[in-house]
């Protein structure tokens, strides 16, 4: 008899703690395989019990922690009752934590490595209507980058050069970049009866402008990250390959509402001819990075600590932008989901706009405001990405993870 109920109390045991135990592992196995974190984010993990005062997490002991504001590449484990270890998680360590927030809404002018075919069209012949593209292997959205060795950066060198009476009607070699490889190839310019020169029939360009929220400006080398997601070339669909680039102050004029299924926006101007106060030179998944060059645009008094998923909780939060030329304000937001994510992936969070001004002056989130630094608890946690269409108080927001380590 007392076998039994021992028995059953073992069963009884074994179920309540499964009911407990498991869904905290499968919380622990949604974290992704490689993450950054910061030494606050444990600490705190394990003070809040994020996973279960049963299951902490542990960095290794002794790690030579870079010194000069590089990630440190470690592995943090995550431990059953301090002994077993149940996942490991390559890490990057954040040591160097304090950025200065953005808000600033700044534009961006991108220049691609070479120039970018977006389309082509035909040349009218001596002998007909011709396409020199066809048999040519060019396809849209290559970057030239060389004629028969020669470097090109604009419409007007690919002129200048299939037209030098050396290579005048002859085939040419082009190097060209696809999906990050350099790949070879041919093609032999027409003469065009109408403009009496050699033409390759395309249509290419080599620049890319947008507008956007700076996010945040790193203290120890003042390179920033902006907008959180990437720049699209207009004519392609597909995120503009940069080489360099310059960002502006944006002057402001005004503010046209969101409403359902009708974002708003923030509408601004550059001035091209103006200083540049700074340097591009990625555009990604996660947004515009480079280096802030004049260091007026930084607010010294407006920083924060720079905070992994783990800090992320449901709840009030702010968000950082600038809406009118009195500069950059706080308002207030709720953070009512955060996704366990296995991969990177620019809708981190769902955002709600609560705060009446904001409201008031925009409808909630509109296009220029992506970028706009979240920041919860002394902690800047992600940025701004997209709103909902049917929705626009609502909208999503990256983790500041995915976009540091950039």
């Known amino acids: 008899m007392k076998k039994v109920f021992f028995i059953s ?19 622990v196995s949604s974290l992704p395989d490689d993450m950054v974190v910061t030494y606050s984010d444990i600490i705190e993990s394990n003070e809040n019990n994020e996973f279960s005062p049963l299951i902490n997490l542990e960095l290794p002991k002794n790690i030579d922690v870079s010194t ?33 927030v953005g808000g600033e809404t700044v534009g961006f002018n991108l220049f691609s490595e070479g120039v970018i075919c977006v389309g082509s069209n035909k040349i009218v012949t001596a002998e ?10 060019l396809m849209d959205g290559d970057a030239i980058l060389k004629i028969e060795d020669i470097d090109i950066e604009s419409i007007e060198d690919i002129d200048r050069i299939i037209n030098l ?13 696809r999906n990050g490889n350099e790949i070879k190839t041919k093609i032999t310019p027409v003469f065009d009866s109408l403009s009496k020169k050699y033409k390759l029939g395309i249509w290419v360009r080599n620049n890319a402008s947008g507008v956007g929220t700076l996010t945040y400006i790193k203290k120890n080398d003042f390179r920033f990250g902006a907008v959180g997601h990437p720049i699209v070339d207009s004519s392609l669909g597909e995120n503009f390959l940069v080489d360099s680039g310059n960002i502006y102050k944006c002057r402001l004029l005004g503010i046209k509402k969101g409403e359902k299924n009708n974002p708003g926006e923030i509408r601004s101007s550059i001035n091209l001819s103006d200083d540049a106060i700074g340097l591009a030179d990625t555009n990604c998944n996660y947004g515009v ?18 905070g992994g998923r783990l800090s992320v909780k449901l709840g009030d939060a702010k ?6 030329n009195g500069g950059v304000k706080a308002y207030d937001i709720k953070i009512i989901r955060a996704n366990k994510q296995n991969a990177a992936d620019d809708k981190s ?6 705060d009446k001004e904001l409201l008031q ?36 927001a990256v983790y500041i993870d995915w976009m540091i380590d950039n």
């Open 165 to 177: 009476p050396t290579f005048a009607g002859k085939e040419l070699n082009l190097t060209l970049r």
């Open 349 to 354: 969070m769902i955002i709600k706009i609560t």
């Open 9 to 27: 109390l073992a069963v009884i045991f074994s179920l309540v703690f499964s009911a407990f135990l498991l869904p905290n592992i499968k919380k």
């Open 319 to 324: 968000i950082y932008c600038s809406l009118d």
């Open 68 to 100: 000069d504001g590089d990630l440190t590449s470690t592995v943090m484990s995550v431990k059953l009752f301090n002994l077993f270890t149940i996942k490991k998680v390559n890490v990057r360590l954040l040591t160097d934590t304090d950025v200065f």
């Open 128 to 137: 007909g209507e011709k396409e020199p593209i066809k048999d040519s292997g």
């Open 361 to 396: 002056k925009t409808g909630g989130i509109i296009q220029g405001m992506s970028g706009s630094p979240i920041v919860q608890n002394g902690k800047i946690v992600g940025a701004v990405t997209h709103v909902f269409l049917n929705d626009p108080t609502r909208g999503y």
């Open 289 to 306: 990075y480079g280096n802030i060059l004049n260091k007026s645009i930084i607010d010294a008094d407006r920083t924060a600590i720079l």
